[in-house]
């Protein structure tokens, strides 16, 4: 086995079919009776990273590990959620509430945004059950809270509007949870395609599906360390982001975030903000550029101008925004010099997390087994590797309901 490599037998890769079976069993175990299954996918960003609070442009795409959630109804309005990841069960009732600050909120969270739309307050038993690792910027907590609505609205008979939901569970995160995110996560849980990646307008929610060469792969590299700081750091970049428009405004009238200012508008005007800011602003400014000149590459199926602009998204990322760490650094630095790479960059918010890698097919094996032994040799730490196969399914999320027609996709 490749050391730090996750292999066919990993549970986060287990067959769909054996999961189902599973996680029924542990539903009957610990509430009793039969369940209904729902899914939806973590996420990856292949660049335009935190552009999405500019109103700017990502481009992300669906990963295979997905958060499943199994859930039947209960009496009156009381929940009951278990998360098998953490092994622990929390209670709330959506006539009264509360946000508990923990990761139950999400689920809270995303039951009252729904009911304020107009979904009855109904109880329910549910069980969580993730691959989407926690906290890497993978976006497991989107994960989480679009499995959550979905079944929520299912299991009532009510129709899912995927927008309606991503919304929702936006909300939700941003009013409940109290992260200030932008939409991007839940959108591509709602809206990604086995495949593709997904170029989405943060702004007017228009998108477009990018087929993802099959003669490349997405390798994710986790590097197993979160600094502290993030998010504190997060809510700093925001600020700073919203001083610049503030700023340039006075010689930009009409611009609303970032997003409406030009390259060529930045500089010439730059030299009215503070170093700092600066810094920030061209960040998301030339990386709005970069995701629109990603875009016009994969359309054209160029992917060595792909991977460059991926490099320098994470050049930008660490000298002008400032998010990425050590150890970030150091795997797109040992990814630049490898053979079959064609580009490299943090993925998610930054100090720590992960690293994003596009590889052609037949350098894969070879780019794992390097990456993983440089990195346990630098730092001390085994970091796991995740190649997405991008397998087929036609929806990111299924039900084994009968009523929706759908069957999980075919074991591996
Ligand atoms: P990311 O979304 O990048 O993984 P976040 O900090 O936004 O990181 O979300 C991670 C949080 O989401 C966890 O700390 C936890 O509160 C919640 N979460 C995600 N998946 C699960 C799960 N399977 N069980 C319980 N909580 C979860
Ligand atoms: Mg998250």
Known sequence: MIPGTITANHPLLTDAATRARDIRSRFKDLFGGDCRLYRAPGRVNLIGEHTDYNDGFVMPAAIDFDCWVAISSAEGTAFTVHSGNLGETREFD??????????????????????????????????????????GGLSSSAALEVAAGYALLDIQGSPVDLMQLALACQLAENEFVGAHCGIMHQFIACHGKAGHALMLDCRSLEHQLLPVPKDARLVICNTMVKHEISGGEYNTRRAQCEEGVRLLSAVLPGIAALRDVTVQDFERHRERLSPTIQKRCRHVITENQRVLAAAAALTQHDLA??????????????????????????????????KGVYGARMTGGGFGGCTVNLVAVEAVADFQQKLA????AHTGTVPEIYVQTCRATTSPFQSTHSRMGRSFAAPD
């Open 94 to 135: 959506l006539a009264h509430p509360q946000p508990r600050h923990d990761w139950s909120d999400y689920i809270q969270g995303v039951a009252v945004m729904l009911q304020k739309s107009g979904l009855p307050a109904r109880g329910a038993k549910m069980l969580i059950s993730s691959g989407v690792p926690m906290g």
């Open 305 to 338: 101008s792909f991977g460059t602009l991926m490099f320098e998204s994470h050049t930008s990322l660490r000298d002008d925004y400032e998010v990425s760490c050590s150890e970030l650094d150091f795997l797109v630095q040992v990814a630049q010099g490898m």
């Open 373 to 376: 032994s440089a990195y346990h």
